[in-house]
């Protein structure tokens, strides 16, 4: 079946520090999607990445970096330099083509950024 | 500004009620989901629209019901049948309606936080 891990529950780390956020998925096909999310105490979902089963190469917006690794099934989450906006939990999720309509997500990790 | 309003922000139910969850969206996308968070869990999706006047149930649709009368616009009707409604809930969606919606980014409204009394 399908799945999506995400084994941090919770990660606490101070100010400054950098933190990785992991996600490792299962699928069958060979053409899928991955996505993260972020979703602050506020409750929305804001969307943070896509990425293609065919796109390894990794990926920076600013102080957030993604390791795509299909070897491992993983696509990881760095943050650099963290601050404490950053605190929320994070999703990833996974989509296939050709799968009848869902995105299966991970339960989320917790991040909270202590000053 | 485009974007997606969920109307309300809280909202409280007597047992035995019928309350329907409203979700607007102005970016012109065709497809329209509504998903259920409950404390400390991920999503679960509760039904789904590709297209106006098509809907799909997910994988926890019994208690709730939807329409898509209009493109713009997909209300979650949460039924007495729904034995614990008291939750978070979220609409999405997405531009395509046809096979690749489920490839597209789904986009998110703010939530309505529902609670049982």
């Known amino acids: 079946a399908q799945k999506v891990t995400q084994a941090q529950t919770e990660i606490s780390v101070v100010e400054k520090e950098d933190v990785t956020l992991d996600c490792v998925y299962e699928?069958?096909?060979?053409?899928?999607?991955l996505f993260w999310y972020k979703q602050p105490p506020s409750g929305e979902l804001v969307f943070l990445i896509r990425?293609?089963?065919?796109d390894e190469q990794n990926e920076i917006s600013g102080r957030y970096s993604w390791n795509f690794q299909k070897s491992t099934s993983s696509f990881n989450f760095t943050i650099t330099a963290s601050q404490v906006v950053d605190s929320a939990v994070y999703f990833c999720a996974l989509s296939e083509v050709y799968s009848n309509y869902q995105l299966i997500w991970g339960a989320g990790t917790k991040l909270i950024i202590k000053p | 500004d485009g974007g997606i309003t969920q109307s309300p922000k809280y909202l409280f139910r007597k047992e035995g009620q019928n309350v329907t969850l409203s979700c607007e969206q102005n970016l012109n996308h065709d497809a329209m989901y509504w998903y259920r968070q409950d404390p400390g869990q991920g999503l679960r999706l509760i039904y789904y629209?590709?297209?106006?006047?098509?809907?799909q149930k997910g994988d926890i649709a019994e208690g709730y019901s939807v329409s898509r009368e209009k493109k713009e616009s997909f209300p979650l009707t949460v039924t007495s049948a729904q034995k614990n409604p008291t939750a978070f809930y979220l609409c999405?969606?997405?531009?395509?309606?046809?096979?690749?919606?489920?490839?597209?980014?789904?986009?998110f409204g703010p939530g309505t936080r529902l609670t049982v009394l």
């Open positions: 629209s590709q297209i106006v006047n098509d809907f």
């Open positions: 699928t069958r096909d060979t053409t899928y999607y």
């Open positions: 990425r293609n089963s065919f």
């Open positions: 999405a969606s997405s531009m395509s309606g046809g096979a690749s919606y489920s490839t597209d980014t789904q986009y």
